[in-house]
C-alpha cells in the first residue's frame, strides 16, 4: 500500500470514528427542548407556514420583549409573526430566513444599536451562535469553514457540559428564560407574569457618536434589496430604548445613527426621529436596558401600530 493510499485509509477511519462519536454525543445529549433558544424552531415553523400577506418582526432580544403581536393582528388586520430572537444570532437569523420571504410581507426590522458598531458585534459571540445552531445543524450552511469549526467545537463543550449538569442534578437557572415563555406568534411573555426585578444598574451610552461599521449598513440594504425584487416591503423601527441610556448617549450619537442609516440604507424608517418618542422611562424595562417591561410592551405595540398603519397597503 502506498504512502498516500495508507493516508487517506487513516484519515477515512479518523473522519468514520469522529462522525460516530459526534452523533452519539448529538443522540445522548440533545438540544434542550425547554432552553430560550429552542424557540427558534418554532419560529421558523411558523415563518415557512404563515401565508402572506403578514407582518414579520425582525430584530434581537428588545424585539422578542417588545411586541404584542396578536394585538398587532387585530388592529392591522394582517397575521404577525415575531421572528427574533437574540441579538447574537440576529444577522445569520435574518439569512436564515431571507429564502422564506414571500410578495407582500411586510418586515419591520428592529436591531440592538451596538449591532451597528463592528463586525464581531454583527457576527456574535460563539456562545451564542452555538446555541443557536445546535437546534438545527444545518445552520452551519451560514457560516465559512472556519467559524464552522469553531462552533462545533463550542456545541461540543455545551453538550459536555449540560450532560454533566443533568447527571449532578444541577438547576440550570433559566428563570423565566424557557421555551415555554413564548406565545403562539413567537413573542415572548415570560416577564408579563414575573415579579419586577431590582433596578438596572447599567448606565451606559447605547452607541457612541463615531461607533458606525459601514458592513452592518451594507449587510440591511442587500437584505433589504433581495426582499424588494420578491415584492416585500421593510421598514427599521427604533429599539427598545430606555431613558438614562438614552440621555447618556446624547442626541448628537442618535442623530448620527438616524443620519447614517438613511445615507446607507434605502430601507424607510418607521417613527419619525424623537427623543420624545423613542426613549422610554426606566420603569418601562425588566431586566436589561433593551428589555421592556409589560408596560413598555404595550407602549412600543401602540407606536408602531400607529406608524405602521399609514404605510400598509390601501
Not at 438547576?171 to 415555554?180: L, Q, S
Request: proline share 5%.
Amino acid at each position: 500500500m502506498s504512502q498516500i493510499r495508507l493516508f487517506i485509509t487513516k484519515l477515512f477511519y479518523l473522519l468514520t470514528l469522529i462522525a460516530l462519536l459526534l452523533g452519539l454525543l448529538f443522540t445522548l445529549v440533545p438540544a434542550d427542548p425547554d432552553a430560550f433558544f429552542a424557540s427558534s424552531r418554532t419560529k421558523m415553523t411558523l415563518l415557512r407556514e404563515t401565508p402572506s400577506p403578514r407582518v414579520l418582526i425582525m430584530g434581537g432580544s428588545n424585539t422578542v420583549f417588545a411586541i404584542n403581536s396578536e394585538r398587532m393582528e387585530t388592529e392591522l388586520g394582517l397575521p404577525v409573526v415575531n421572528t427574533s430572537l437574540h441579538g447574537e444570532m440576529v444577522i445569520n437569523s435574518m439569512r436564515e430566513m431571507s429564502p422564506y420571504i414571500q410578495k407582500g410581507d411586510i418586515i419591520v426590522i428592529m436591531l440592538e444599536y451596538e449591532l451597528f458598531a463592528s463586525q464581531r458585534a454583527l457576527d456574535g459571540k460563539d456562545f451564542f451562535v452555538a446555541q443557536w445552531v445546535e437546534y438545527d445543524p444545518t445552520r452551519l450552511r451560514l457560516f465559512a469553514l472556519e467559524r464552522q469549526i469553531k462552533l462545533m467545537q463550542t456545541i461540543i463543550n455545551l453538550k459536555f457540559t449540560r450532560g454533566l449538569t443533568r447527571l449532578m442534578g444541577t438547576d440550570f437557572g433559566r428563570g423565566v428564560f424557557v421555551n415555554a415563555n413564548f406565545n403562539a406568534h413567537g413573542d415572548f411573555i415570560g416577564q408579563l407574569l414575573a415579579p419586577p426585578i431590582e433596578e438596572i444598574s447599567n448606565n451606559s451610552s447605547y452607541i457612541s457618536r463615531k461607533e458606525f461599521y459601514a458592513g452592518a449598513y451594507t449587510f440591511l440594504e442587500e437584505f433589504n434589496q433581495a426582499a424588494l425584487a420578491k415584492g416585500a416591503v421593510v421598514y427599521y423601527e427604533f429599539p427598545a430604548s430606555r431613558d438614562l441610556n438614552c440621555r447618556v448617549t446624547g442626541l448628537e450619537a442618535f442623530q448620527n445613527f438616524y443620519d447614517s442609516l438613511l445615507k446607507n440604507t434605502t430601507i424607510p424608517v418607521i417613527t419619525p426621529f424623537d427623543l420624545n418618542q423613542i426613549c422610554l422611562p426606566d420603569s418601562m424595562f425588566y431586566d436589561t436596558i433593551y428589555h421592556v417591561n409589560g408596560e413598555g410592551r404595550e407602549i412600543l405595540t401602540t407606536r408602531i401600530i400607529r406608524d405602521l398603519t399609514p404605510l400598509l397597503p390601501k
